[in-house]
């Protein structure tokens, strides 16, 4: 199988002033409050702004029934007026909808899908399937409390400029304390590591020569990191890496301090299963569930240099 690094990226035109723009919501239900905002917010940037037909829909506790949300994405990449697909909201049931897409469509008009948390399925399966390059970003519906005026700057700039995107490691954050040595290039994937291992031996794209990002919030605790790592490494899914990228890990801080755990906090869980890996590992990086996110682009060139303490990433855009 081919390494990573030897497969060309799909990267689309960056977005213009007057370009039109479509909000979909492929998991969870979002607010119209929520929805408001963001209209609000890429408006604001030139863009004309249009939604989904099925956004508000609700069918359990998903945006509308699978055939649906589907269909909301389907119709914006098959649109060749829309330059760039925003999520509305994470949370569950994405995964569902992920081997119906038309991503022929995207082979031959790309176009950016923006999101993170459960649009991680999204990102993977575009990049497997058309090569696609994606934003891993903030919903365009955050509040300013999540979502600061930097974050939104930084989507707008990763959208509408190709400058490269560098993101600094942030000693407080709890992954900083897992370090490998060393720097790496290659190929940027990854997102939330619950959605990784979901697609593992599914729609997970070969990994070879690829830097890893990875980034997660508690569930269950500790179990559920070491569950997802060690079913990726059995798999053999994280043979051929270059480097890993580690990003926030939210809601375990209270872990260490807990007698049936051994001590153990989610940096050990990490330094155990990453560092066999043999290949340099760049922890703290402030990109995940945490507030006031970057935007990174995944499926271009990336390089990590753990002694900058810097991960750099080519843009999705051109």
Request: net charge negative; with cysteine; glycine share 12%.
């Amino acid at each position: 199988m081919d390494s990573i690094d030897s497969l060309q990226s799909v990267r689309s035109p960056r977005l213009r002033p007057g370009d039109r723009v479509r909000i979909v919501a492929p998991a969870c239900p979002p607010s119209r409050e929520g929805v408001g905002r963001g209209v609000e917010l890429l408006t604001s940037w030139g863009l004309r702004v249009e939604l989904g037909e099925h956004v508000f829909d609700q069918w359990g506790y998903m945006a509308g029934r699978d055939e649906d949300r589907v269909s909301d994405l389907n119709s914006a990449f098959g649109d060749p007026g829309v330059r760039a697909v925003f999520a509305a909201m994470g949370g569950k049931g994405t995964y569902r909808i992920v081997d119906d897409l038309d991503t022929d469509a995207l082979r031959r008009d790309p176009k950016p899908v923006v999101g993170f948390s459960d649009i991680t399925h999204l990102h993977l399966a575009l990049w497997a399937r058309c090569r696609l390059s994606c934003l891993h970003g903030p919903f365009p519906n955050a509040s300013d409390e999540w979502c600061g005026p930097a974050s939104a700057d930084a989507v707008r700039r990763a959208l509408m400029t190709t400058d490269p995107v560098i993101i600094h490691r942030d000693t407080s954050q709890a992954s900083a304390a897992v370090t490998v040595e060393g720097t790496a290039t290659g190929v940027l994937i990854g997102g939330n590591l619950d959605a990784i291992r979901t697609e593992a031996g599914a729609g997970l794209p070969n990994l070879k020569g690829a830097i890893l990002f990875l980034e997660h919030k508690r569930g269950t605790g500790l179990g559920e990191v070491d569950r997802a790592l060690t079913q990726l490494t059995r798999t053999g899914a994280l043979d051929g890496l270059h480097g890993v990228a580690l990003g926030q890990f939210i809601g375990f801080d209270q872990d260490a301090d807990d007698p049936t755990l051994g001590g153990w906090g989610i940096a050990d869980v990490l330094r155990d299963r990453l560092t066999r890996l043999g290949v340099p590992v760049l922890g703290g990086l402030p990109a995940g569930h945490g507030p006031h996110p970057p935007t990174i682009p995944l499926g271009t060139q990336a390089t990590i240099d753990t002694a900058a303490g810097t991960l750099t990433v080519q843009p999705a855009v051109t």
